[in-house]
Protein backbone atom coordinates (compact mmCIF):
# COMPACT_ATOMS: atom_id res chain seq x y z
CA UNK A 1 0.00 0.00 0.00
CA UNK A 2 2.54 2.49 0.83
CA UNK A 3 4.53 1.44 -2.22
CA UNK A 4 1.10 2.35 -4.40
CA UNK A 5 0.94 5.86 -2.74
CA UNK A 6 4.45 6.68 -3.70
CA UNK A 7 4.04 5.37 -6.92
CA UNK A 8 0.99 7.83 -7.22
CA UNK A 9 2.75 11.22 -5.80
CA UNK A 10 5.72 10.44 -7.93
CA UNK A 11 3.21 10.02 -10.90
CA UNK A 12 1.35 13.28 -9.70
CA UNK A 13 4.73 15.22 -9.26
CA UNK A 14 5.53 14.32 -12.84
CA UNK A 15 2.49 15.72 -13.95
CA UNK A 16 2.79 18.64 -12.09
CA UNK A 17 6.27 19.22 -13.21
CA UNK A 18 5.56 18.64 -16.98
CA UNK A 19 5.83 21.85 -18.97
CA UNK A 20 3.08 23.62 -20.55
CA UNK A 21 3.91 24.64 -24.21
CA UNK A 22 0.50 27.56 -25.80
CA UNK A 23 -0.14 26.64 -29.38
CA UNK A 24 -1.61 29.15 -30.93
CA UNK A 25 -3.23 28.52 -34.88
CA UNK A 26 -1.30 31.16 -37.45
CA UNK A 27 -3.37 30.17 -40.41
CA UNK A 28 -4.80 31.95 -43.27
CA UNK A 29 -4.59 35.31 -44.12
CA UNK A 30 -2.81 37.21 -41.80
CA UNK A 31 -4.49 40.61 -40.96
CA UNK A 32 -5.22 42.40 -37.80
CA UNK A 33 -6.89 39.98 -35.77
CA UNK A 34 -3.85 37.98 -36.26
CA UNK A 35 -2.13 40.28 -34.45
CA UNK A 36 -4.67 40.44 -31.53
CA UNK A 37 -4.54 36.68 -31.13
CA UNK A 38 -0.58 36.28 -31.53
CA UNK A 39 -0.26 39.21 -28.70
CA UNK A 40 -3.13 37.25 -26.13
CA UNK A 41 -1.71 34.12 -26.59
CA UNK A 42 1.64 35.41 -25.34
CA UNK A 43 0.30 37.18 -22.88
CA UNK A 44 -1.62 33.71 -21.68
CA UNK A 45 2.04 31.87 -21.79
CA UNK A 46 3.99 34.81 -19.85
CA UNK A 47 0.79 34.19 -17.30
CA UNK A 48 1.07 30.37 -16.95
CA UNK A 49 4.63 30.76 -16.75
CA UNK A 50 5.04 28.52 -20.08
CA UNK A 51 7.93 26.93 -21.08
CA UNK A 52 7.20 27.79 -24.54
CA UNK A 53 4.79 29.17 -27.33
CA UNK A 54 4.11 27.12 -30.85
CA UNK A 55 3.14 28.67 -33.52
CA UNK A 56 1.29 26.59 -36.15
CA UNK A 57 1.87 28.33 -39.22
CA UNK A 58 -0.36 27.45 -42.61
CA UNK A 59 -0.36 30.36 -44.36
CA UNK A 60 -0.43 31.99 -47.56
CA UNK A 61 0.89 35.67 -46.25
CA UNK A 62 -1.05 38.64 -45.68
CA UNK A 63 -0.54 42.32 -44.76
CA UNK A 64 3.11 43.70 -44.20
CA UNK A 65 2.11 46.04 -41.36
CA UNK A 66 0.22 43.07 -39.60
CA UNK A 67 3.58 40.96 -39.51
CA UNK A 68 5.84 43.65 -38.78
CA UNK A 69 3.46 44.12 -35.26
CA UNK A 70 3.16 40.86 -35.21
CA UNK A 71 7.64 40.10 -34.96
CA UNK A 72 7.80 42.87 -32.88
CA UNK A 73 5.63 41.23 -30.29
CA UNK A 74 7.69 37.85 -30.82
CA UNK A 75 11.34 39.16 -30.36
CA UNK A 76 9.56 41.12 -27.68
CA UNK A 77 8.07 38.00 -25.54
CA UNK A 78 9.43 36.90 -22.26
CA UNK A 79 8.54 33.30 -23.11
CA UNK A 80 10.28 31.70 -26.19
CA UNK A 81 8.50 31.38 -29.31
CA UNK A 82 8.90 28.09 -31.62
CA UNK A 83 7.45 28.36 -35.29
CA UNK A 84 6.62 25.53 -36.78
CA UNK A 85 5.09 25.16 -40.40
CA UNK A 86 2.66 22.46 -40.40
CA UNK A 87 0.87 20.13 -41.26
CA UNK A 88 2.72 18.79 -44.47
CA UNK A 89 1.33 20.11 -47.55
CA UNK A 90 1.19 23.77 -45.61
CA UNK A 91 3.68 26.61 -46.20
CA UNK A 92 4.54 29.94 -44.94
CA UNK A 93 4.99 32.24 -47.58
CA UNK A 94 5.33 35.68 -47.58
CA UNK A 95 4.55 37.51 -44.35
CA UNK A 96 4.22 34.02 -42.99
CA UNK A 97 8.25 33.11 -43.89
CA UNK A 98 8.71 36.85 -41.74
CA UNK A 99 6.92 35.33 -39.20
CA UNK A 100 8.81 31.94 -39.29
CA UNK A 101 12.48 33.67 -38.95
CA UNK A 102 11.00 35.72 -36.67
CA UNK A 103 11.32 33.30 -33.94
CA UNK A 104 13.48 31.68 -31.22
CA UNK A 105 13.39 28.18 -32.83
CA UNK A 106 12.41 28.09 -36.62
CA UNK A 107 10.96 24.20 -37.53
CA UNK A 108 9.07 23.00 -40.77
CA UNK A 109 7.15 19.58 -41.27
CA UNK A 110 8.16 17.02 -44.12
CA UNK A 111 6.27 18.20 -47.27
CA UNK A 112 6.05 22.06 -46.18
CA UNK A 113 7.87 25.08 -48.11
CA UNK A 114 8.39 28.57 -47.25
CA UNK A 115 9.43 31.89 -48.53
CA UNK A 116 8.36 33.83 -51.68
CA UNK A 117 8.30 36.81 -49.77
CA UNK A 118 8.86 40.10 -52.27
CA UNK A 119 6.02 42.80 -51.38
CA UNK A 120 3.70 43.02 -53.91
CA UNK A 121 2.07 46.42 -55.02
CA UNK A 122 -1.78 47.52 -52.84
CA UNK A 123 -3.15 48.89 -55.96
CA UNK A 124 -1.76 49.00 -59.42
CA UNK A 125 1.86 48.29 -60.37
CA UNK A 126 4.36 50.49 -58.48
CA UNK A 127 6.95 52.50 -60.63
CA UNK A 128 10.80 51.05 -60.43
CA UNK A 129 11.56 53.53 -57.93
CA UNK A 130 8.67 53.09 -55.35
CA UNK A 131 9.69 49.14 -55.76
CA UNK A 132 13.11 49.40 -55.04
CA UNK A 133 12.19 51.77 -51.59
CA UNK A 134 9.15 49.24 -50.39
CA UNK A 135 12.15 45.74 -51.28
CA UNK A 136 14.87 47.74 -49.40
CA UNK A 137 12.86 48.35 -46.49
CA UNK A 138 11.93 45.16 -46.27
CA UNK A 139 15.04 43.27 -47.28
CA UNK A 140 16.50 45.46 -44.57
CA UNK A 141 14.18 44.54 -41.59
CA UNK A 142 14.72 40.60 -42.80
CA UNK A 143 17.98 40.85 -42.65
CA UNK A 144 18.33 42.06 -39.75
CA UNK A 145 16.05 39.78 -37.74
CA UNK A 146 17.69 37.17 -39.31
CA UNK A 147 21.40 37.62 -38.43
CA UNK A 148 20.07 38.42 -34.99
CA UNK A 149 19.02 35.25 -35.32
CA UNK A 150 22.17 33.72 -36.72
CA UNK A 151 20.21 32.22 -39.80
CA UNK A 152 21.45 32.51 -43.67
CA UNK A 153 20.18 35.98 -43.73
CA UNK A 154 22.05 36.44 -47.52
CA UNK A 155 19.87 33.41 -48.55
CA UNK A 156 16.94 35.04 -46.45
CA UNK A 157 17.34 38.19 -48.79
CA UNK A 158 16.70 36.37 -52.06
CA UNK A 159 13.21 35.18 -51.27
CA UNK A 160 12.47 39.40 -51.02
CA UNK A 161 14.97 40.20 -54.16
CA UNK A 162 14.18 37.25 -56.43
CA UNK A 163 11.19 35.56 -54.51
CA UNK A 164 12.78 32.60 -53.93
CA UNK A 165 11.03 29.37 -52.22
CA UNK A 166 12.64 26.36 -50.28
CA UNK A 167 11.13 22.97 -49.18
CA UNK A 168 11.82 22.08 -45.81
CA UNK A 169 15.18 20.29 -46.72
CA UNK A 170 16.56 23.16 -48.11
CA UNK A 171 16.10 25.47 -45.96
CA UNK A 172 17.39 22.99 -43.14
CA UNK A 173 20.76 22.55 -45.06
CA UNK A 174 20.78 26.13 -45.82
CA UNK A 175 20.74 27.11 -42.64
CA UNK A 176 17.05 29.20 -42.64
CA UNK A 177 15.45 26.89 -40.59
CA UNK A 178 16.82 24.83 -37.11
CA UNK A 179 15.23 21.60 -37.72
CA UNK A 180 12.60 19.22 -39.74
CA UNK A 181 10.34 17.63 -37.12
CA UNK A 182 7.51 14.98 -38.04
CA UNK A 183 5.18 16.27 -35.19
CA UNK A 184 4.83 18.28 -32.40
CA UNK A 185 6.13 15.65 -29.79
CA UNK A 186 8.98 15.32 -31.81
CA UNK A 187 9.72 18.33 -32.34
CA UNK A 188 9.46 19.10 -28.44
CA UNK A 189 11.73 15.81 -27.73
CA UNK A 190 14.44 17.48 -30.41
CA UNK A 191 14.68 20.22 -28.05
CA UNK A 192 15.02 18.96 -25.40
CA UNK A 193 17.89 20.58 -23.01
CA UNK A 194 18.69 22.60 -26.33
CA UNK A 195 20.24 26.24 -25.83
CA UNK A 196 19.06 29.26 -27.65
CA UNK A 197 19.74 32.73 -27.88
CA UNK A 198 17.26 35.15 -27.28
CA UNK A 199 16.69 37.88 -28.83
CA UNK A 200 18.22 40.62 -26.30
CA UNK A 201 21.37 38.08 -26.22
CA UNK A 202 19.78 35.81 -23.10
CA UNK A 203 20.88 32.58 -22.97
CA UNK A 204 18.15 29.95 -22.38
CA UNK A 205 17.52 26.20 -22.12
CA UNK A 206 14.22 24.67 -23.24
CA UNK A 207 12.61 21.97 -21.43
CA UNK A 208 9.80 20.23 -23.42
CA UNK A 209 10.17 17.15 -23.35
CA UNK A 210 6.26 15.44 -22.70
CA UNK A 211 5.33 18.77 -22.73
CA UNK A 212 1.65 19.74 -22.50
CA UNK A 213 0.14 21.02 -25.23
CA UNK A 214 -2.51 23.96 -24.26
CA UNK A 215 -4.41 25.61 -27.06
CA UNK A 216 -4.99 28.96 -27.04
CA UNK A 217 -8.84 29.94 -26.61
CA UNK A 218 -10.05 32.67 -28.73
CA UNK A 219 -11.97 35.52 -27.42
CA UNK A 220 -15.33 35.57 -28.54
CA UNK A 221 -14.47 38.85 -30.62
CA UNK A 222 -11.80 37.03 -32.12
CA UNK A 223 -13.62 34.16 -32.70
CA UNK A 224 -16.68 36.25 -34.20
CA UNK A 225 -14.08 37.89 -36.61
CA UNK A 226 -11.98 35.04 -37.41
CA UNK A 227 -15.27 33.60 -38.83
CA UNK A 228 -15.74 36.10 -41.06
CA UNK A 229 -12.42 38.10 -41.69
CA UNK A 230 -12.57 36.62 -45.07
CA UNK A 231 -13.46 39.86 -47.43
CA UNK A 232 -15.61 37.72 -49.38
CA UNK A 233 -18.32 36.76 -46.63
CA UNK A 234 -17.57 40.00 -45.57
CA UNK A 235 -18.75 41.78 -48.66
CA UNK A 236 -21.43 39.06 -49.15
CA UNK A 237 -22.79 39.88 -45.27
CA UNK A 238 -22.31 44.03 -46.05
CA UNK A 239 -24.91 43.25 -49.29
CA UNK A 240 -27.13 41.62 -47.50
CA UNK A 241 -27.58 43.32 -44.68
CA UNK A 242 -27.70 46.47 -46.77
CA UNK A 243 -30.88 44.56 -48.82
CA UNK A 244 -32.13 43.54 -45.91
CA UNK A 245 -32.78 47.45 -44.09
CA UNK A 246 -34.32 48.14 -47.51
CA UNK A 247 -36.86 45.97 -47.39
CA UNK A 248 -37.78 47.29 -44.02
CA UNK A 249 -37.58 50.95 -45.12
CA UNK A 250 -39.44 49.95 -48.42
CA UNK A 251 -42.48 47.73 -46.52
CA UNK A 252 -42.34 49.17 -42.69
CA UNK A 253 -43.19 47.02 -40.13
CA UNK A 254 -42.17 43.76 -41.35
CA UNK A 255 -39.17 44.04 -38.54
CA UNK A 256 -37.88 40.79 -39.62
CA UNK A 257 -35.59 41.98 -42.74
CA UNK A 258 -34.60 44.84 -40.73
CA UNK A 259 -33.03 43.23 -37.65
CA UNK A 260 -31.20 40.67 -39.67
CA UNK A 261 -30.04 43.39 -42.26
CA UNK A 262 -29.30 45.39 -39.35
CA UNK A 263 -26.90 42.50 -38.10
CA UNK A 264 -25.46 41.20 -41.27
CA UNK A 265 -24.52 45.13 -42.34
CA UNK A 266 -22.61 45.21 -39.38
CA UNK A 267 -20.87 41.99 -38.99
CA UNK A 268 -19.83 42.43 -42.59
CA UNK A 269 -18.67 46.64 -41.60
CA UNK A 270 -16.54 45.34 -38.42
CA UNK A 271 -15.54 42.02 -41.10
CA UNK A 272 -14.22 44.76 -44.03
CA UNK A 273 -12.72 47.32 -40.79
CA UNK A 274 -9.81 45.32 -40.20
CA UNK A 275 -8.83 45.50 -43.46
CA UNK A 276 -7.23 48.02 -45.53
CA UNK A 277 -9.83 49.79 -47.79
CA UNK A 278 -9.59 51.74 -51.08
CA UNK A 279 -11.67 54.81 -51.20
CA UNK A 280 -11.47 54.01 -55.07
CA UNK A 281 -13.68 50.91 -54.55
CA UNK A 282 -15.82 52.38 -51.60
CA UNK A 283 -16.94 55.50 -53.90
CA UNK A 284 -17.57 52.75 -56.96
CA UNK A 285 -19.68 50.71 -54.66
CA UNK A 286 -21.97 53.98 -54.06
CA UNK A 287 -22.01 55.07 -57.24
CA UNK A 288 -23.21 51.33 -58.18
CA UNK A 289 -26.21 52.38 -55.32
CA UNK A 290 -26.92 55.86 -56.79
CA UNK A 291 -27.12 54.44 -60.43
CA UNK A 292 -30.17 51.70 -59.16
CA UNK A 293 -31.41 54.56 -57.69
CA UNK A 294 -31.60 56.63 -60.98
CA UNK A 295 -32.68 53.69 -62.99
CA UNK A 296 -36.10 53.30 -61.23
CA UNK A 297 -36.47 57.24 -61.31
CA UNK A 298 -35.52 57.33 -65.41
CA UNK A 299 -36.56 55.03 -68.42
CA UNK A 300 -33.02 54.61 -69.33
CA UNK A 301 -33.69 51.47 -71.25
CA UNK A 302 -31.46 49.30 -68.43
CA UNK A 303 -28.59 51.62 -68.92
CA UNK A 304 -28.07 53.21 -65.38
CA UNK A 305 -28.50 49.87 -64.29
CA UNK A 306 -26.30 48.12 -65.89
CA UNK A 307 -23.91 50.80 -65.21
CA UNK A 308 -24.80 50.36 -61.47
CA UNK A 309 -24.27 46.80 -61.69
CA UNK A 310 -20.85 47.62 -63.52
CA UNK A 311 -19.66 50.10 -60.83
CA UNK A 312 -20.67 47.24 -57.98
CA UNK A 313 -18.41 44.17 -59.45
CA UNK A 314 -15.48 47.02 -60.08
CA UNK A 315 -15.66 48.43 -56.46
CA UNK A 316 -15.87 44.86 -54.85
CA UNK A 317 -12.90 43.64 -56.98
CA UNK A 318 -11.17 47.56 -55.73
CA UNK A 319 -12.30 47.41 -52.54
CA UNK A 320 -9.27 45.79 -50.65
CA UNK A 321 -5.77 47.50 -50.18
CA UNK A 322 -4.04 44.28 -49.86
CA UNK A 323 -2.05 41.26 -51.51
CA UNK A 324 -4.56 38.89 -54.18
CA UNK A 325 -5.16 36.43 -51.20
CA UNK A 326 -7.05 39.13 -49.96
CA UNK A 327 -8.92 40.69 -52.27
CA UNK A 328 -12.91 39.91 -53.30
CA UNK A 329 -12.86 36.92 -55.43
CA UNK A 330 -13.71 38.20 -59.07
CA UNK A 331 -16.59 35.09 -58.43
CA UNK A 332 -18.11 36.19 -55.75
CA UNK A 333 -18.44 39.85 -57.12
CA UNK A 334 -20.46 38.44 -59.76
CA UNK A 335 -22.35 36.31 -58.38
CA UNK A 336 -23.39 38.44 -55.43
CA UNK A 337 -23.93 42.22 -57.16
CA UNK A 338 -25.37 40.90 -60.60
CA UNK A 339 -28.81 39.56 -57.64
CA UNK A 340 -28.52 42.44 -55.72
CA UNK A 341 -28.94 44.55 -58.62
CA UNK A 342 -31.80 42.96 -60.18
CA UNK A 343 -33.61 42.50 -56.85
CA UNK A 344 -32.80 46.69 -55.94
CA UNK A 345 -34.05 47.71 -59.24
CA UNK A 346 -37.33 45.67 -59.11
CA UNK A 347 -37.84 46.88 -55.25
CA UNK A 348 -37.03 50.50 -56.11
CA UNK A 349 -39.50 50.43 -59.29
CA UNK A 350 -42.37 48.94 -56.98
CA UNK A 351 -41.55 51.69 -54.28
CA UNK A 352 -42.05 54.83 -56.82
CA UNK A 353 -44.82 53.45 -58.83
CA UNK A 354 -46.63 53.22 -55.40
CA UNK A 355 -45.71 56.74 -54.98
CA UNK A 356 -47.12 57.71 -58.21
CA UNK A 357 -50.33 56.38 -57.52
CA UNK A 358 -53.07 57.88 -57.08
CA UNK A 359 -54.88 57.40 -53.47
CA UNK A 360 -57.28 54.94 -52.80
CA UNK A 361 -58.09 55.21 -49.22
CA UNK A 362 -59.71 58.43 -47.59
CA UNK A 363 -61.86 61.25 -49.31
CA UNK A 364 -59.60 61.49 -52.48
CA UNK A 365 -60.23 57.59 -53.34
CA UNK A 366 -63.97 58.57 -53.04
CA UNK A 367 -64.09 61.44 -55.82
CA UNK A 368 -65.75 60.52 -58.81
CA UNK A 369 -66.80 57.34 -57.18
CA UNK A 370 -70.60 55.73 -58.11
CA UNK A 371 -72.75 55.00 -55.64
CA UNK A 372 -76.10 54.44 -54.71
CA UNK A 373 -78.87 56.35 -52.96
CA UNK A 374 -80.38 54.61 -49.89
CA UNK A 375 -83.07 56.99 -48.62
CA UNK A 376 -84.24 60.27 -50.39
CA UNK A 377 -82.09 63.11 -50.69
CA UNK A 378 -83.63 66.37 -50.35
CA UNK A 379 -81.13 67.85 -50.20
CA UNK A 380 -79.44 65.35 -47.35
CA UNK A 381 -80.07 61.66 -46.66
CA UNK A 382 -77.49 58.49 -47.29
CA UNK A 383 -75.93 57.29 -49.51
CA UNK A 384 -73.87 53.80 -50.37
CA UNK A 385 -69.92 54.50 -51.71
CA UNK A 386 -67.27 52.35 -51.90
CA UNK A 387 -68.22 49.69 -49.57
CA UNK A 388 -69.25 52.41 -47.28
CA UNK A 389 -72.44 54.46 -45.81
CA UNK A 390 -72.48 58.25 -46.03
CA UNK A 391 -74.52 61.25 -45.37
CA UNK A 392 -74.20 63.24 -48.15
CA UNK A 393 -75.67 66.38 -49.52
CA UNK A 394 -77.25 66.38 -53.04
CA UNK A 395 -77.48 68.87 -55.71
CA UNK A 396 -81.07 67.79 -56.86
CA UNK A 397 -83.34 66.23 -55.35
CA UNK A 398 -82.61 62.13 -55.58
CA UNK A 399 -84.84 58.85 -55.15
CA UNK A 400 -83.84 56.10 -53.32
CA UNK A 401 -82.53 53.54 -55.10
CA UNK A 402 -80.79 56.24 -57.67
CA UNK A 403 -77.08 56.16 -58.46
CA UNK A 404 -75.12 59.14 -57.66
CA UNK A 405 -71.41 60.29 -58.28
CA UNK A 406 -68.92 62.34 -55.31
CA UNK A 407 -68.22 65.23 -56.79
CA UNK A 408 -66.97 66.48 -53.04
CA UNK A 409 -65.79 65.74 -49.88
CA UNK A 410 -66.87 67.81 -47.16
CA UNK A 411 -65.51 66.46 -43.46
CA UNK A 412 -67.10 63.78 -42.91
CA UNK A 413 -70.07 64.16 -45.37
CA UNK A 414 -69.66 64.01 -49.40
CA UNK A 415 -71.11 66.28 -51.99
CA UNK A 416 -73.02 63.79 -54.76
CA UNK A 417 -74.82 64.79 -57.74
CA UNK A 418 -77.86 62.25 -59.62
CA UNK A 419 -75.71 59.81 -62.70
CA UNK A 420 -75.76 61.02 -65.79
CA UNK A 421 -77.17 58.29 -67.80
CA UNK A 422 -75.67 58.18 -71.38
CA UNK A 423 -78.65 58.92 -74.07
CA UNK A 424 -79.06 56.08 -76.35
Same mark, same amino acid.
Given at each position: ?22 ? !? ?11 ? !? ?36 ? !? ?308 ? !? ?39
Amino acid at each position: MFKRLCLAASVATALAAAPKVIA !VDIDGVIHPITVD !VLSHALDQAASQNAAAVLLRLNTPGGLLDATRQMNEKI !VASRVPVIAYVTPSGGRAASAGFFILEAADVAAMAPGTNTGASSPVALTGTMDETMRHKVENDASAWLRSTVEKRGRNATLADTTIRQASSFTEKEALDQHLIDLIAPSEQKLFEALEGREITRFDGRKEVLHLAGAEVIPYGLTLRERIISSIADPNVGFILLIVGALGLYVEFNSPGLILPGVVGGILLLLGASSLSVLPLSWVGVSLLLLGAMLFVLEAHFASHGILGTGGTVALVLGALMLIDGPPEMRIHLATALSVSIPFALITMFLLSLAIKARRNKSLMGGEGLLNEIGEARTVLAPSGKVF !VHGEYWDAVSSATVESGTEVRVVAVDGMKLRVEPREVPSR
